[in-house]
């Protein structure tokens, strides 16, 4: 069986840095015996209480956040991907690896001082408590303080690790920033992409180095693109826009047409989970029960039943966010293709099945106006990111694609 690392595809230095510190970890627990207050990891050693992995979409943060995670748990401490701490960790399911992923599109405070609280006991298994923060971009400020004073004050054994885009303010706060520290991933190469879906997944090698290539490096993306269908349909319809932008009106049945495709997407991945917590809480409620008193307590649920919809059309937006900045990247691709095609850049294509296409854009708007069009789609994923209403902002980006 491959080690924890294994999965994390293109980043050997991050790599490095993150077994030294789990061999650091180890070598903590081996002298200190059982925990005390206020001993925890030694900085000098190569590990720390507080950790932010940072990299574009597709890096791999969590891949790295959960394989550190399990190397910490590792009763060799090397992270060997064999023994219990490496695969409940693996798995999710040891009981001192917290893994928080925001089914919203924030982190409230209240979560995450529920959290912190819990994080400071004492690990079950004697080695570390481990909180895992998905997206700690998305913390709100309360939550953000709440988070601040734990890594502040860490309890003894406990390790915080959080994942996030960038270290900018707008992502993670400075005081929270600089009290961890840093572990940059980069984009990886579509080789390394390929060959982990070949590997991995058992794709064909002609398929996995189209979908490594397509996805830009996304190992997430690229293994949807070579197993699902459906994903190549939606990126076929994605990659039509341009050809579709033949006057005003065209325009906005493109937005449209990419707005509802998103919403379709999106509903379609919550559904099941959306239906299932339902069920499960009309079930604890008593739902179904034909006892004395089973009647009132279904009327006085409401509140209960509101609140769980709330957080579950909070779900739906981000999920719909996420279909839609998917079909923007494909976007981007392809008048990034447009572009280095009108500048002769000696860089292979992004999206090869449409290269063709792309060339016939190069060759009537110029370099010029493939960079203005590649301009317009970023600004559309940085104004929906900024809380624009998405169908505005595709409205504006696909005018501006069509006037150039």
Known sequence: MPDVFADLVGQEEAVDTLRRAAASAAAVLRAAGPPEAGSGPDPSAGMTHAWIFTGPPGSGRSVAARAFAAALQCVHGT??????????????????VRLVVPEGLSISVGEMRSLVLRAASTPSGGRWQVVIIEDADRLTEAAGNALLKAIEEPPPRTVFLLCAPSTHPDDVSVTIRSRCRLVPLRQPPPEAVAEVLVRRDGVAPDVAAWAGAAAQGHVGRARRLARDPEARTRRDAVLA????????????????????????????SVAEADEAERAALQTALGAGGTGRGAAGAIRGAAGQLKELEKRQKSRATRAQRDALDRALVDLAGFYRDALTTALRAPVAPVHTDTAALAAAGAQKWAAEGALRRLEAVLECRSAIEANVKPRIAVEAMMLA????
Do not use: K, N
């Open 401 to 404: 694609l069509w006037r150039g």
């Open 79 to 96: 992270g060997c991907g064999e023994c219990p701490g490496c695969h409940t960790t693996m798995t999710g399911t040891h009981a001192d």
């Open 241 to 268: 826009v341009p050809r579709r932008l033949t006057g005003v009106g065209a325009a906005f049945d493109a937005a449209s047409a990419l707005i509802e495709a998103a919403e379709a997407e999106a509903a379609a």
